[in-house]
């Protein structure tokens, strides 16, 4: 007993990310984490990867996270480290992604004092944490830590951050173990209640034209959930949907995915979510993005919504029947009652229903001409895609017209490998998160699809990626604009791009080069297969710079305020219904 | 068609530690919901747990979002609405300052008589009334007062607890 009342906070610290299974903390040092920095020194069990910025450090916590299902650990220090990190912690809350951030603060004793690099941490983060704990003794240090990991990850994850004053690091004390330590009163529901499931289930079995509409919840409670998702759908013949954070939640080579819904999702989904009458929401939240209009939301349609957070029922639509409880104990629950009740998926309404889908989906929503001298977008990404099919590749995105196109082309048969800032739509995400994934991964082919306005926004981390020889590969689609941004100008602004033109880029080959990083160029559309198979060939990091047309838009596109049934498919398309006013007044 | 905006008193159980009561305010101010009133007090010392009382109003669709936004808050026990719940009883305490001479100050006197109010400070030219009821009683008394002098006004905001003999 006597080592383990001399051990110090830093150690006892230390003790506890062991001990919750924690391999690698994504850090940057200062003066108040030094105890902390000394201790891991003092250490090889724990790895520790430097960042160039704390925001990277919270990105590949975060890349770390989505990739495995298991909590992201950061360390930072306190006052500009912590604040640095507030944008992740945004990131991560919206898009629930289990994070514990270990933050550096002043003593207690000078707490309030307005002492050098102190920040109200705790009342900083408190809005964009799921929990948030200031340590104000040794005694607590290793119940806070171990009941910050349970938090994190438990019910519906999010990030938790842990401020730690300096002399709490250096104090002696006991260490505890993470055995039983749960929290006092927090308890997630996780089973729903039977008889709650089997009304929906009833309804389930007599739509006509029903539809599964599923997000990052179903990716979230893990793999037995997208198994038992797809066993459900491929039982019941239904069609299916994802949100963009549900890729890969459903396998996409499947002929019954009608693709990603929203914004920018396909004409399909989009026409069956208006015209369904079930609906089925499972682990998805009904975000502005995917509903458009919500008077005009699905207006026919019955809806179930399985969630673990009670709050994302009934938020933005009314819903018929409310299941709260975890994914794949929900699903577990359905499967077995849709067995009992031995529905057929051959029904006469349903391949009706079918027939009218099919015909949504001839309009064959995305496509594209590639022709001429100049690389479409488009074209760049789905290359991509062919030529990296079947390997074990994980995609991250940064945010805009890229990152659109990276859902509507890249298709994932599995979870996990589909890693994008959905909620937060955090510029500068991308890279940082295909370090994490690459930590954790190292030996998957793990590519950033980048715009080259984001990629700019965390660039630093290059030097990270040489440092620790992560193979990690920037796909830069280079249109020279911040396009999304140019796009909805050019659509509910009269084409006056104010700000958007991203003047003054750098050599992206030369600036790659000077952090050790292979650097490529491609410019026409005859040269893009080779160039990236150069790309996934070449050892180690390789940022590819994409030239492509700088004036392509997104397409389909709802308008921000439109019903779906007004989507744009084109250039040509049909006209936006003059809802001008209304888009200039959504984000 | 927008529905009704209800007034509905909720109380809490929650872990008495640093922060909770901002975090419950900062959800209120965050997701732009509305506080009427808010009283909060340590209920269970052994278990160290306070008992927040709050009146807010909002859509019925708005009250569930709110009572399942307080009920996410980690240090949070219990969420219950005791408008939609059994029978409740709510109560609120007011001290009310009046000051004044001849009629004026009679008659503060005799009103306080018919409300039960009772003084705990006099000067000669000033009463301290502390008044406990319903908030509609001592808006009422409040209204009374403004004639005869009235200076100043402190409020606890409203504590609430369900009838019968089950707890929270
Ligand atoms: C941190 C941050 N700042 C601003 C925005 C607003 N925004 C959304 S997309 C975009 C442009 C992105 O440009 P780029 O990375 O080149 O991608 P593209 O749209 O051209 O593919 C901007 C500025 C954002 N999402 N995040
Ligand atoms: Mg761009």
Same mark, same amino acid.
């Given at each position: 007993m006597d080592e383990t009342l001399s051990q110090t906070g830093s150690e006892i610290l230390i003790q506890a990310l062991l001990d919750q299974g924690v391999d690698v903390l994504f850090g940057y040092p200062g003066g108040a984490v030094l105890p902390i920095y000394d201790a891991l020194f003092q250490q090889n069990e724990l790895r520790h990867i430097l960042v160039r910025h704390e925001a990277g450090a919270v990105h590949a916590g975060e890349g770390y996270a989505r990739s495995t299902g298991k909590v992201g650990s950061v360390l930072v220090t306190s006052g500009p480290g912590a604040t640095n990190i507030v944008t992740g912690l945004a990131d991560a809350l919206m898009d629930s992604v289990p994070l514990v951030c270990l933050t550096g603060q002043v003593p207690t004793a000078m707490i &309030?004092? %307005?002492? +050098?690099?102190?920040? %109200?941490t705790v009342g900083i983060t408190r809005p964009c944490t799921k929990h948030n704990y200031l340590v104000k003794n040794i005694d607590d240090l290793a119940r806070i830590v171990h009941e910050a990991y349970y938090v994190a990850r438990s019910g519906r994850p999010g990030p938790v951050v842990v401020d730690l004053p300096k002399d709490v690091l250096i104090a002696t004390g006991r260490y505890v173990g993470p055995a039983n330590v749960e929290h006092r009163t927090y308890r997630p529901s996780i089973k729903a209640e039977p008889e709650r499931v089997a009304p929906a289930v009833d309804l389930m079995a007599r739509a006509k034209r029903p539809l599964f509409y599923t997000g990052g919840g179903i990716i979230n409670s893990g793999p037995r959930a997208c198994d038992l998702l797809t066993e459900l759908v491929r039982l019941s013949g239904y069609p299916i949907t994802n949100t963009l954070m549900g890729l890969g939640g459903y396998p996409a080579s499947d002929g019954q995915f009608l693709g990603m819904l929203g914004m920018h999702g396909t004409y399909e989904a989009n026409m069956a979510m208006a015209e369904c009458d079930v609906m089925i929401a499972? *682990? !998805?939240? +009904?975000d502005d993005r995917v509903t458009g209009r919500l008077s005009d939301f699905s207006k026919g349609s019955t809806k179930i919504h399985v969630d673990i957070d009670p709050s994302s029922i009934n938020k933005n639509v009314a819903v018929d029947f409310p299941i709260v409880g975890d994914a794949a104990s929900v699903l577990e629950d359905m499967i077995a009652l849709w067995k009992e009740k031995r529905v057929s998926s051959k029904r006469d309404g349903l391949a009706e229903w079918w027939r009218q889908i099919d015909a949504w989906r001839a309009k064959d929503c995305l496509s594209y001409e590639q022709k001429g001298e100049v690389i479409k977008p488009q074209y760049a990404i789905q290359r991509l895609y062919e030529l990296t099919k079947g390997r074990d590749v994980y995609f991250t995105t940064e945010v805009g017209q890229h990152q659109m196109w990276a859902a509507q082309f890249l298709k994932f048969e599995?979870?996990? =490998?589909w890693i994008t800032s959905g909620g937060l739509g955090t510029m500068g995400f991308g890279f940082p998160a295909a370090m994490g994934v690459q930590v954790a991964h190292p030996d998957a082919l793990v590519i950033d699809v980048a715009g080259e306005a984001s990629f700019l926004m965390n660039m630093q981390e290059l030097s990270t990626i040489s440092q620790y020889r992560l193979p990690v590969k920037v796909f830069i689609v280079n249109n020279q604009y911040m396009g999304m941004v140019r796009q909805w100008q050019e659509f509910f602004h009269g084409g006056r791009y104010s700000e958007s033109y991203m003047d003054s880029l750098p050599d992206f080959v030369k600036l790659a080069e000077s952090f050790g990083v292979t650097g490529l160029r491609v410019e026409r559309p005859d040269e893009v297969d080779d160039a990236i198979r150069r790309m996934i060939d070449t050892d180690g990091a390789v940022l590819l710079d994409v030239r492509v047309s700088p004036e392509e838009n997104v397409f389909p596109m709802i308008p *921000?305020? !439109? !019903? =779906?049934?007004?989507?744009?498919?084109?250039? %040509? &398309? !049909?006209?936006?219904?003059?809802r001008e006013e209304d888009g200039m007044v959504l984000v | 068609m927008e529905a009704a905006v209800e007034r509905h008193t909720i109380s809490l159980l929650v872990d008495n530690e640093a922060g909770v009561l901002a975090r419950v305010i900062g959800l209120f101010s965050g997701r732009g919901y509305n506080i009427e009133s808010l009283t909060v007090a340590e209920v269970d010392k052994s278990q160290t747990v306070s008992r927040i009382n709050l009146v807010t109003s909002g859509t019925p669709m708005t009250i569930e979002q709110i009572k399942a936004q307080l009920g996410r808050l980690v240090p949070v026990h219990k969420v219950i609405d005791l408008t939609t719940g059994a029978p409740h009883v709510e109560r609120e305490l007011a001290l009310v300052k009046v000051a004044g001479r001849g009629e004026e100050r009679v008659e503060s006197l005799r009103i306080a008589d018919i409300f039960r109010a009772r003084v705990v400070d006099a000067t000669n030219e000033s009463f301290i009334f502390e008044i406990s009821g319903s908030s509609d009683k001592l808006m009422a008394f409040i209204k009374l007062m403004e004639p005869l002098g009235l200076v100043d006004i402190s409020r606890t905001g409203v504590v609430a607890i369900s009838r019968g003999m089950s707890p929270l």
């Amino acid at each position: 007993m006597d080592e383990t009342l001399s051990q110090t906070g830093s150690e006892i610290l230390i003790q506890a990310l062991l001990d919750q299974g924690v391999d690698v903390l994504f850090g940057y040092p200062g003066g108040a984490v030094l105890p902390i920095y000394d201790a891991l020194f003092q250490q090889n069990e724990l790895r520790h990867i430097l960042v160039r910025h704390e925001a990277g450090a919270v990105h590949a916590g975060e890349g770390y996270a989505r990739s495995t299902g298991k909590v992201g650990s950061v360390l930072v220090t306190s006052g500009p480290g912590a604040t640095n990190i507030v944008t992740g912690l945004a990131d991560a809350l919206m898009d629930s992604v289990p994070l514990v951030c270990l933050t550096g603060q002043v003593p207690t004793a000078m707490i &309030g004092n %307005d002492a +050098f690099q102190e920040a %109200d941490t705790v009342g900083i983060t408190r809005p964009c944490t799921k929990h948030n704990y200031l340590v104000k003794n040794i005694d607590d240090l290793a119940r806070i830590v171990h009941e910050a990991y349970y938090v994190a990850r438990s019910g519906r994850p999010g990030p938790v951050v842990v401020d730690l004053p300096k002399d709490v690091l250096i104090a002696t004390g006991r260490y505890v173990g993470p055995a039983n330590v749960e929290h006092r009163t927090y308890r997630p529901s996780i089973k729903a209640e039977p008889e709650r499931v089997a009304p929906a289930v009833d309804l389930m079995a007599r739509a006509k034209r029903p539809l599964f509409y599923t997000g990052g919840g179903i990716i979230n409670s893990g793999p037995r959930a997208c198994d038992l998702l797809t066993e459900l759908v491929r039982l019941s013949g239904y069609p299916i949907t994802n949100t963009l954070m549900g890729l890969g939640g459903y396998p996409a080579s499947d002929g019954q995915f009608l693709g990603m819904l929203g914004m920018h999702g396909t004409y399909e989904a989009n026409m069956a979510m208006a015209e369904c009458d079930v609906m089925i929401a499972v *682990g !998805a939240r +009904f975000d502005d993005r995917v509903t458009g209009r919500l008077s005009d939301f699905s207006k026919g349609s019955t809806k179930i919504h399985v969630d673990i957070d009670p709050s994302s029922i009934n938020k933005n639509v009314a819903v018929d029947f409310p299941i709260v409880g975890d994914a794949a104990s929900v699903l577990e629950d359905m499967i077995a009652l849709w067995k009992e009740k031995r529905v057929s998926s051959k029904r006469d309404g349903l391949a009706e229903w079918w027939r009218q889908i099919d015909a949504w989906r001839a309009k064959d929503c995305l496509s594209y001409e590639q022709k001429g001298e100049v690389i479409k977008p488009q074209y760049a990404i789905q290359r991509l895609y062919e030529l990296t099919k079947g390997r074990d590749v994980y995609f991250t995105t940064e945010v805009g017209q890229h990152q659109m196109w990276a859902a509507q082309f890249l298709k994932f048969e599995t979870p996990k =490998h589909w890693i994008t800032s959905g909620g937060l739509g955090t510029m500068g995400f991308g890279f940082p998160a295909a370090m994490g994934v690459q930590v954790a991964h190292p030996d998957a082919l793990v590519i950033d699809v980048a715009g080259e306005a984001s990629f700019l926004m965390n660039m630093q981390e290059l030097s990270t990626i040489s440092q620790y020889r992560l193979p990690v590969k920037v796909f830069i689609v280079n249109n020279q604009y911040m396009g999304m941004v140019r796009q909805w100008q050019e659509f509910f602004h009269g084409g006056r791009y104010s700000e958007s033109y991203m003047d003054s880029l750098p050599d992206f080959v030369k600036l790659a080069e000077s952090f050790g990083v292979t650097g490529l160029r491609v410019e026409r559309p005859d040269e893009v297969d080779d160039a990236i198979r150069r790309m996934i060939d070449t050892d180690g990091a390789v940022l590819l710079d994409v030239r492509v047309s700088p004036e392509e838009n997104v397409f389909p596109m709802i308008p *921000g305020g !439109a !019903a =779906h049934y007004e989507m744009k498919l084109g250039p %040509d &398309g !049909a006209a936006m219904g003059g809802r001008e006013e209304d888009g200039m007044v959504l984000v | 068609m927008e529905a009704a905006v209800e007034r509905h008193t909720i109380s809490l159980l929650v872990d008495n530690e640093a922060g909770v009561l901002a975090r419950v305010i900062g959800l209120f101010s965050g997701r732009g919901y509305n506080i009427e009133s808010l009283t909060v007090a340590e209920v269970d010392k052994s278990q160290t747990v306070s008992r927040i009382n709050l009146v807010t109003s909002g859509t019925p669709m708005t009250i569930e979002q709110i009572k399942a936004q307080l009920g996410r808050l980690v240090p949070v026990h219990k969420v219950i609405d005791l408008t939609t719940g059994a029978p409740h009883v709510e109560r609120e305490l007011a001290l009310v300052k009046v000051a004044g001479r001849g009629e004026e100050r009679v008659e503060s006197l005799r009103i306080a008589d018919i409300f039960r109010a009772r003084v705990v400070d006099a000067t000669n030219e000033s009463f301290i009334f502390e008044i406990s009821g319903s908030s509609d009683k001592l808006m009422a008394f409040i209204k009374l007062m403004e004639p005869l002098g009235l200076v100043d006004i402190s409020r606890t905001g409203v504590v609430a607890i369900s009838r019968g003999m089950s707890p929270l």
